[in-house]
């Protein structure tokens, strides 16, 4: 199968995340056993997505898509470790995906946990959350000293975001694989964020003006 381009690939991933938004569904060709069965030889996913691990944003329902069709890479806070970073270059790699997609979503609870511990740096017993909480720290502790500690929810927005953008950032120039296919072979990494009250994603981070 020829490589199917990041633009290309955005555009099947709006598309996907409309039919879900509108509850309509794609009525797939092929049963779960078939898709299954014709997969044993390999995939050919046409995007990555790196989203947040909450149960309520399935990246393959939330883009109306089948089995094949995404490389998911999901842990908490959708945040950019080592093994997301060596995860993102397997699947670019190896199967030239070239979008990767960085996801959060509203009210995430990485960030809400973040912005508690500014507030209470004991709110946690657990040394492994207070990795994430600390990977997610950075793009979020600058947001809480502004007018915006007033209004939780405001904050909250923000935050959300700036966690999307610095992971997105991350993946663009943390890795040298990563910003060689960038440079060399159109490799696109976009920041998106999905909304637990319409089902939408708003892709707002990093997408050219093209698309």
Not at 1 to 6: E, G, L, P, Q, T
Not at 45 to 60: H, N, Q, T, W, Y
């Given at each position: 199968?020829?490589?199917?381009?990041?633009i290309d690939a955005l555009v099947r991933l709006r598309d996907g995340n409309r039919r879900f938004a509108e509850d309509r569904p794609i009525e797939r060709e092929l049963t779960a056993k078939a898709k299954r069965e014709s997969s044993l030889t390999g995939q050919t996913?046409?995007?990555?997505?790196?989203?947040?691990?909450?149960?309520?944003?399935?990246?393959?329902i939330v883009f109306d898509q089948g089995i094949g069709d995404l490389f998911v890479i999901r842990v908490a806070g959708n945040i950019v470790a080592p093994s997301q970073v060596?995860?993102?270059e397997f699947a670019a790699e190896q199967f030239g995906t070239r979008l990767v997609v960085v996801m959060g979503h509203s009210n995430c609870g990485a960030v809400s946990a973040t912005l508690d511990a500014l507030d209470s740096p004991t709110s946690t017993s657990s040394p492994n959350i207070r990795r994430i909480v600390e990977f997610v720290r950075p793009s979020v502790e600058s947001l809480a000293e502004t007018d915006l500690k007033k209004d939780r929810a405001a904050l909250m927005r923000h935050a959300v975001r700036s966690n999307i953008r610095a992971s997105a950032s991350h993946l663009r120039h943390g890795s040298s694989i990563l910003e060689q296919l960038i440079e060399k072979d159109g490799l696109l990494v976009v920041g998106a964020e999905y909304s637990l009250e319409s089902g939408i994603v708003d892709f707002f981070d990093g997408v050219p003006e093209l698309a």
């Open positions: 199968m020829a490589i199917i381009s990041a996913p046409f995007a990555i997505i790196l989203g947040c691990s909450d149960s309520r944003v399935p990246a393959e060596g995860s993102v």
